[in-house]
């Protein structure tokens, strides 16, 4: 079972808010940053959300982080990855790295998916930690929701990778935010499509000023 949490970039809205759902839920989360004390100013903005029964929550470099990490999330933006990963590719090899990234930009007409050399920002991540357990998931929560603690989430959250036992573990960390449903997807040559969903969301978001989810029909696992 995942006890250890570490973020790449956890100072953004979406780590922020995994971290303080996964603190509620009992798992130790480590929040990193390329300034270690902008980690732990965030460190202590997500314990104050998560609240007193919440378990610990610790910023640093991100470096600092990963170290000690069961799971380590990457949050940041895409254009960010070469930048946040170069210095922890040889602590990440065997390691179980879950990419939230989505490839987006926006212009006039919205949000659009930026084609990525690899094929997705997962297959990025990958190329860039040679020797990571890589996986793709939580792709699709809004953070806006996410920090609204209290509230239960009502979302799927499809989880792509080729190692089977880290897929596992993934699936198991979703399954301990409330309300989410986690579900098995595919291999990472899937991470494009799942990646390339959120600009719909963001679509419909503008479009209908919604914090829009996923839920897949037809499902009964
Ligand atoms: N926001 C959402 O609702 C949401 C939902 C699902 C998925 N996502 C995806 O999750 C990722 C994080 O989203 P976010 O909204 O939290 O992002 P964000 O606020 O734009 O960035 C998160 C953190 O990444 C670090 N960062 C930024 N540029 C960087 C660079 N060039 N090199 C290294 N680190 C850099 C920054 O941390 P420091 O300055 O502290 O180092 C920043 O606080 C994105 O890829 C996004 O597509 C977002």
Do not use: C
């Amino acid at each position: 079972m995942v006890q250890r949490i570490g973020f790449v970039g956890g100072t953004g809205p979406l780590g922020k808010g995994l971290a303080a759902r996964w603190a509620r839920a009992g798992i130790v989360t480590a929040i990193g940053s390329r300034r270690p004390e902008r980690g732990q100013q965030a460190a202590a903005d997500i314990a104050a959300l998560a609240g007193p029964a919440a378990a610990e929550v610790s910023g640093g470099s991100n470096l600092e982080v990963v170290a000690g990490a069961d799971v380590v999330l990457i949050t940041v933006p895409f254009d960010g990855l070469d930048e946040a990963l170069a210095p922890l590719a040889d602590q990440l090899t065997d390691r179980i790295v879950v990419s939230a990234v989505n490839p987006l930009a926006f212009d006039a007409a919205g949000p659009y998916p930026v084609p990525v050399a690899e094929g997705s920002a997962a297959a990025a991540v990958a190329a860039r930690l040679p020797g990571a357990r890589v996986v793709g998931a939580f792709h699709s929560l809004s953070a806006r929701t996410l920090a609204r603690v209290e509230q239960p989430m009502d979302d799927d959250v499809p989880v792509v990778g080729d190692d089977e036992q880290a897929v596992e573990v993934v699936l198991e960390l979703a399954a301990r935010l409330e309300g989410v449903r986690p579900l098995l997807a595919g291999p990472l040559r899937l991470a494009g499509p799942v990646e390339d969903l959120t600009t719909v969301l963001l679509a419909l978001n503008k479009r209908y000023r919604a914090h829009a989810g996923v839920r897949f029909s037809g499902i009964d696992p």
